[in-house]
């Protein structure tokens, strides 16, 4: 039996290609919680996205999926006072520990194995900083985290070919209202 693996994830774009590495070697869930995303219906959009991949890729034939409910005030308190951060600044690191620690909370809770997350696909992230945040998660939750960086052995490329090919939504901006009036400045996916 394959360990059980939780994959947080932020979008369908980028889930694609790391969900087509994992899914060969783990018994593979993938947790969508991402209540930075703003407006709703940005939100709305990129969630029907990532359940319409998992339901008609190949590749997810036996990944299951689970989601939280959408309260962008979650958000919007852990981002308290760091508003005008810049894009990878300690905004983005607030924003990821936030999303993680609750994969890791429901992780725990749903006896998994091992959790980790798409968001080292991006160019646009440092992944150093993500499994700095994993690490530190698992040791308070007593499991074990995934280390990746997705976006390398063109990793990202991939992921980019597969949005093509599955024809999925390709967000030009990372997320929250920040980054959205950066978004001249930034093209995401
Ligand atoms: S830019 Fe992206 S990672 Fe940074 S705070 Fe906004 S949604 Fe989170």
């Known amino acids: 039996m394959n360990n059980k693996l939780l994959l947080h994830s932020c979008c369908?774009?980028?889930?694609s290609h790391v969900i087509s590495v994992l899914?060969?070697?783990?018994?593979?869930?993938?947790?969508?919680?991402?209540?930075?995303?703003?407006?709703?219906?940005e939100y709305e959009h990129r969630k029907s996205e990532q359940i319409r991949l998992i339901n008609t890729a190949p590749f997810c034939s036996n990944v299951k999926y689970f989601d939280?409910?959408?309260?962008?005030?979650?958000?919007?308190?852990?981002?308290?006072?760091?508003?005008?951060e810049p894009e990878g600044g300690l905004r983005c690191t607030?924003?990821?520990?936030?999303?993680?620690?609750?994969?890791?909370?429901?992780?725990?809770?749903?006896?998994f194995d091992l959790f980790c997350t798409t968001l080292t696909v991006s160019?646009?992230?440092n992944s150093e900083i993500i499994n700095a945040i994993g690490e530190e998660l698992a040791e308070k939750y007593d499991l074990s985290w995934l280390y990746s960086?997705?976006?390398?052995?063109?990793?990202?490329?991939?992921s980019t070919q597969l949005a093509k090919e599955y024809d999925l939504y390709r967000q030009d901006f990372c997320g929250c209202e920040f980054a959205w009036r950066g978004r001249t400045q930034t093209t995401f996916m």
């Not at 369908?12 to 889930?15: M, N, P, Q, R, Y």
């Not at 783990?26 to 991402?34: E, G, I, K, R």
């Not at 409910?69 to 005008?84: I, P, R, T």
Request: glycine share 2%; proline share 4%; net charge neutral.
């Open 123 to 125: 160019p646009h992230k």
């Open 68 to 84: 939280e409910e959408y309260d962008h005030s979650e958000y919007l308190a852990c981002v308290n006072g760091l508003e005008k």
């Open 12 to 15: 369908a774009v980028c889930s």
């Open 23 to 41: 899914a060969q070697e783990y018994d593979l869930s993938v947790f969508y919680y991402n209540p930075n995303i703003w407006p709703r219906e």
């Open 149 to 158: 960086n997705f976006k390398k052995k063109d990793g990202y490329l991939h």
């Open 94 to 111: 607030e924003c990821f520990r936030m999303r993680l620690e609750r994969t890791a909370q429901f992780a725990k809770k749903n006896n």
